[in-house]
T-cell receptor, first 119, second 112 residues
């Protein structure tokens, strides 16, 4: 089946540094990718929707200058947490949408997530 | 390794019908199991969860029981409503909570 690879699975960084998280669709083309974050004991929260070749659409309350999203190809989207601070420590997960075969066949595949810890 | 297999959709039901969406998993250790729901135009929301074998998660009339012997976590609701139309995702959380594994989602449409 379709696979979404998310890397790294865990990262620890110092406050003030930037961290890049990659999300790749390995065997399908993803016109749309979504980025979520999850705080402990809470549900996933949609951060942004990213369409290949265009600017990401951010959800209300999500700082676009802090969470840079690049979707340069149909198989790769990256999330960069710039100047990370301890409050950015969270679990980040991506998902990729494919509509191969038509809208009725829309499917969503998830990466396995990235645990970010900012010291 | 860890993985989740979920019943493929789409599923179309009449209002007040009984719903079952099958979900089975493979896992090392003792993961937590979740059902997430995505309503049209919105992000994922946690619907219910179970953290150990024989636990039953329930919310909004939906239920799922963590069955270790059958490695299943099927979602059920006795009487669906039009407002239940959404995409439902079964998910497995690793022991450490650092990784999630999702099913591919099942689209449910409830017609009046």
């Amino acid at each position: 089946g379709a696979v979404v690879s998310q890397h790294p699975s865990r990262v620890i960084c110092k406050s003030g540094t930037s961290v890049k998280i990659e999300c790749r669709s390995l065997d399908f083309q993803a016109t749309t990718m979504f980025w979520y974050r999850q705080f402990p004991k809470q549900s996933l929260m949609l951060m942004a929707t990213s369409n290949e070749g265009s600017k990401a659409t951010y959800e209300q309350g999500v700082e676009k200058d802090k969470f840079l999203i690049n979707h340069a190809s149909l198989t790769l989207s990256t999330l960069t947490v710039t100047s990370a601070h301890p409050e950015d420590s969270s679990f980040y997960i991506c998902s990729a949408r494919t509509v191969e075969g038509g809208a009725a066949n829309e499917k969503l595949f998830f990466g396995s997530g990235t645990q970010l810890s900012v010291l | 390794g860890n993985s989740v297999t979920q019943m493929e959709g789409p599923v179309t039901l009449s209002e007040e019908a009984f719903l079952t969406i099958n979900c089975t998993y493979t896992a090392t250790g003792y993961p937590s199991l979740f059902w997430y729901v995505q309503y049209p135009g919105e992000g994922l929301q946690l619907l219910l969860k179970a953290t150990k074998a024989d636990d039953k998660g329930s919310n909004k009339g939906f239920e799922a029981t963590y069955r270790k012997e059958t490695t299943s976590f099927h979602l059920e609701k006795g009487s669906v409503q039009v407002s239940d139309s959404a995409v439902y995702f079964c998910a497995l959380g690793s022991n450490t909570g650092n990784q999630f594994y999702f099913g591919t989602g099942t689209s449910l449409t409830v017609i009046p």
